[in-house]
């Protein structure tokens, strides 16, 4: 798949997840990981966030001049017909941004629950199927942000 902008904030979403939990470990009395690794991940995890950082930024440059590709057409065909686009659509990128990264936090939250040991096998696969719903909205907001920008390009365009 080629990346587009949803795509790519996707990832920047996760990343700073990722970012904000290894510092929440790093000053955590209960440690998966030595300190030294911790630190070692982060480092490695900033410069992937500049790295998408960049991405993002030169993506946008090359949309605006008609460089890329914004949007791709989604082929998935697990999920129920019923589930795909019940996100509202916005009017507003930050919004939409905003909503991903929500999302994103709840999948996280949902995915560390569904690997608790202490839990009945029906408990976790009540669990994955709120996952599977939650990744369902995770597309349909990157969806939404790419048609946005495509939206706001073309307009900004017929505009001059």
Same mark, same amino acid.
């Given at each position: 798949?080629?990346?587009?902008?949803?795509?790519?904030?996707?990832k920047?979403t996760?990343k700073?997840?990722?970012?904000?939990?290894?510092?929440?470990?790093?000053?955590?009395?209960?440690?998966?990981?030595?300190?030294?690794?911790?630190?070692?991940?982060?480092?490695?995890?900033?410069?992937?966030?500049?790295?998408?950082?960049?991405?993002?930024?030169?993506f946008?440059?090359?949309?605006a001049r008609?460089?890329?590709?914004?949007?791709?057409?989604?082929?998935?065909?697990?999920?129920?017909?019923?589930?795909?686009?019940?996100?509202?659509?916005?009017?507003?990128?930050?919004?939409i941004?905003?909503?991903?990264?929500?999302? @994103?936090?709840?999948?996280?939250?949902?995915?560390?629950?569904?690997?608790?040991?202490?839990?009945?096998?029906?408990y976790?696969?009540?669990?994955?199927?709120?996952?599977?719903?939650?990744n369902?909205?995770? @597309?349909d907001l990157?969806?939404?942000?790419?048609?946005l920008?495509?939206?706001?390009l073309?307009?900004?365009?017929?505009?001059?």
């Amino acid at each position: 798949m080629a990346e587009t902008l949803g795509s790519l904030i996707d990832k920047l979403t996760i990343k700073d997840l990722r970012q904000h939990n290894l510092k929440s470990m790093l000053n955590s009395k209960n440690k998966k990981f030595s300190a030294s690794e911790i630190k070692k991940k982060l480092v490695l995890i900033k410069a992937q966030r500049q790295d998408l950082i960049q991405e993002i930024d030169d993506f946008i440059i090359a949309a605006a001049r008609g460089k890329v590709k914004i949007r791709e057409e989604k082929l998935k065909l697990y999920n129920a017909p019923e589930h795909i686009g019940r996100i509202p659509a916005s009017k507003s990128i930050a919004k939409i941004i905003s909503a991903l990264a929500g999302k @994103n936090l709840e999948l996280w939250n949902l995915e560390d629950e569904a690997r608790r040991k202490d839990v009945s096998d029906a408990y976790i696969g009540r669990i994955k199927r709120k996952i599977d719903l939650a990744n369902q909205q995770r @597309n349909d907001l990157i969806d939404g942000l790419d048609e946005l920008l495509e939206k706001c390009l073309k307009k900004s365009i017929s505009s001059s």
